[in-house]
């Protein structure tokens, strides 16, 4: 007999993300939006929610996560749902926006870490294990190098997804029209710079908010919503000091 309801992945290699050590609700919820995301698009009201794309606000997380302590219903405050999606939003794990019925979450990567046949099977992870400790000598010679190569790898998904954002914000990844490169070397330059400083994804997204709303029906203007212009050192930090302030600053202290 077939299970009713589908299933999600969840991939192992979570456990060497920087999620596995964040505190419980935060990770709570990051599975709760794997397993409410669509499976494929679908058609609300008129809005095509795509494959990987839900609409929640904090009170719809708030009543799915509940339990039960006697007789008393318990839910997760909305501090902790709001610091747990600037958490998500700023690994790059998300993307939201605003809608007149709650937040349109992005699930990023959804398509890769959904999809059966991306994963190997349990015997060839068996074997590449057993090899692994067997040549673990040399995996820590070459240990540096590793690390290197993860974060590289890192920096290229967060290209990705930074750059794909720009191209869907400013129409340019409407059929037939070219959009940025993310694997362009320049592009990679300048994001790279920037998280070398410190910034994190959100605020890329958060910068490309702000000047698309500012220059996309500008004819003079448009041309500069483009990685070199909003993502240079002096510009960026310029771009950055114009956003309004978040109101929920004060929530995001540390545990």
Known sequence: MKIKGGYYIKARCIQNSEIAIMPPYVREIWDWLLKEANHSEKKIDGTVIKRGQLIRSFKDIQKGLHWMIGYRKMSYEKWQCEKSMKFLR??????TTKTTRGMLITICNYDYYQTPKNYESNKRATTRVTREQQLASTINKN????????KEDTLSSRCALIISYLNEKTGRKEKG????????????NFIRARFNEGRTVKDFIDVIDKKVKDWLSDEKM??????????????????INELEPDKFAKYYKKE
Not at 143 to 150: A, I, L, M, Q
């Open 143 to 150: 240990d540096k190098n590793d690390k290197n190569v993860k």
């Open 222 to 239: 448009f041309k500069f919503l483009r990685p070199s212009t909003l993502f240079d050192r002096t510009k960026f930090e310029n771009y």
């Open 90 to 95: 700023e690994q790059g794990m998300v993307v």
């Open 177 to 188: 029209k070219r959009g940025f490169d993310p694997k362009n070397e320049s592009t990679i």
